[in-house]
């Protein structure tokens, strides 16, 4: 079976700290996908960004980076400098090769105080 | 950049009613899919449909639920007889060739169950 576990609820920071936003996954498959979405106080899904099971280098695009390691199972996502904009609930999913859809986490929502 | 446009934005009905969700994917995509997000909770994997047909489903998908893409261009969900507890976000999705391309997702529809 599946399972994206986000354990942090709720995250507040204030304007230009740096915050990581953490999610630990499982699957007995070898290959598989994981993604990060950002739902916006508008209430859409936007996709942040898609990592395979075979890349482990880490993804730097701008305040975004993210961090994974099939030793922890363990896709962590950080902003730096976070903006208010940043304010979000951000999810992490797994999808498995040849599946159709994504096992999501519950989310974390981030609160960036300015 | 091209998006995945939902109607309505928000909808009432009273329970017992039935409900067509509407979607229009993005227009060279193959795969669709629907997701629901009861308020607060996870987003979770309704059904996919591919080649005119559900290729995927989940438990949460059962008789009550049916799907079509009557033309080229649109993509619904109907809800044949609403129960309270369908009460939810829900998100219409696509992707393009490949199964590892990034599922879009429209911006939602609140259905709300009286």
């Known amino acids: 079976a599946q399972k994206v576990t986000q354990a942090q609820t709720e995250i507040s920071v204030v304007e230009k700290e740096d915050v990581t936003l953490d999610c630990v996954y499982e699957?007995?498959?070898?290959?598989?996908?994981l993604f990060w979405y950002k739902q916006p106080p508008s209430g859409e899904l936007v996709f942040l960004i898609r990592?395979?099971?075979?890349?482990?280098q880490n993804e730097i695009s701008g305040r975004y980076s993210w961090n994974f390691q099939k030793s922890t199972s363990s896709f962590n996502f950080t902003i730096t400098a976070s903006q208010v904009v940043d304010s979000a609930v951000y999810f992490c999913a797994l999808s498995l090769t040849g599946a159709n859809n994504l096992f999501f986490g519950t989310g974390t929502r981030l609160t960036v105080i300015p | 950049e091209p998006e995945v446009t939902q109607t309505p934005s928000h909808q009432v009905t009273q329970m017992g009613q039935e409900v067509i969700l509407r979607c229009v994917p993005i227009?060279?995509?193959?795969?669709f899919y629907w997701y629901r997000q009861i308020l607060g909770q996870k987003v979770e994997f309704l059904v996919s449909?591919?080649?005119?047909?559900?290729?995927?489903k989940s438990e949460i998908f059962d008789d009550q639920f049916s799907v079509e893409r009557p033309d080229g261009s649109n993509f619904t969900l109907k809800i044949r007889s609403t129960k309270l507890e369908d009460s939810a976000m829900y998100f219409c999705a696509s992707r393009g060739r490949g199964y590892v391309s990034p599922l879009h997702f429209g911006n939602g529809t609140r259905l709300t169950v009286t």
């Open positions: 449909f591919y080649n005119n047909e559900i290729s995927e």
């Open positions: 699957t007995r498959d070898t290959t598989y996908y």
């Open positions: 990592r395979n099971s075979f890349d482990e």
């Open positions: 227009s060279n995509h193959l795969y």
